[in-house]
Structures are given as C-alpha cells and as structure tokens.
C-alpha cells in the first residue's frame, strides 16, 4: 500500500477542512455581531481589518493557483509504468486539485471566507460612521 490507512486521496486534508469550517463560523460570529449591532469598529479599524482580511484572501488565492499546477505536474511525473506509480501520481494529484477537501477546494474556500470578513468589516464601519452623522444631526439640532 502507499498510503497509510485514509491517508490517500483528498480526504488526507480532512483535518485542514476542519480548520477552514471553525474559520467559517467565526466568520458567522461576527456578521452576526456586527447585523445586530453587537459590534461597533471605527472606520478607520474597519478599513484596516478589511486590507489584511483581503491581503490573506490574496495570499490563499496564489496557494491556490499553486495547488492546480501542482495537480498538473502529479499527472505528469515519471513514476513509471506500473500500477503504483499510476497510483501515486493520481493520489499526488487528487490531493492538490481533487474536489471537496483538496488543497485547491480549501484554499478557495479559505479566500470566500476572507473575502467575506473583509465585506462585513467595512459594513461594520460604515455602520459606525452613519450612526456617528446621525448623533451629530441630533446634537446640532438640539443646541
């Protein structure tokens, strides 16, 4: 065998899936923090989380592309004419570029995410600085 037991296939990135499902539901914590007005971030922070939410999303994006080309190059490699080197170039490959829990499918699921908290953040600010207009609009008319 070439693989340990489980260990062939994308399913080898089974415990990488996991970590992208606990990133997801942090994700889920704070829209749900920020729609109900849980979370007040200045715009300035807000910008700032934002940019190094999405430089990470840049970063899982060139992971990404990484994975496919490498998917490529599995199919490719010289492992010879035999059943186990059939074997271990497709394993090589479906790990890198092979549907559900690949590098490539959870690197792409890893940029979603960021992308997401990247949105959700600047909704954060945006909300802070039309409630900072509207308490000023009140001030003023009051004074």
């Known amino acids: 065998m070439l693989a340990p037991e489980g260990g062939g296939g994308a399913e080898g990135f089974a ?11 942090n994700y889920v914590n704070l829209k749900g923090a920020v729609d109900s007005g849980q ?4 715009p300035d922070a ?21 994975a496919q080309v490498l998917s490529q190059y599995a199919r490719s490699m010289k492992t010879g004419d035999c ?3 059939s074997a271990l170039r497709t394993t090589f490959s479906e790990k890198a570029q092979g549907g559900q829990n690949s590098a ?7 940029a979603e ?5 990247a949105q959700t953040y600047e909704a954060a600010g945006k909300m802070y600085h039309e409630t ?3 308490n000023a609009q009140a001030f003023k ?3």
């Not at 415990?15 to 539901?25: K, L, P, T, Y």
């Not at 490539?104 to 890893?110: I, S, T, W």
């Open 15 to 25: 415990g990488a899936a996991v970590g992208i499902a606990a990133m997801e539901q």
């Open 39 to 42: 979370v007040s971030i200045t």
């Open 46 to 66: 807000a910008t700032n989380a934002a940019k190094a939410c999405r430089d990470q999303k840049n970063k899982f994006g060139l992971l990404q592309n990484r």
């Open 83 to 85: 059943v186990e080197g």
């Open 104 to 110: 490539y499918d959870l690197f792409g699921k890893a």
């Open 113 to 117: 995410i960021m992308e997401n908290m």
């Open 132 to 134: 900072d207009q509207s």
């Open 141 to 143: 008319g009051k004074m």
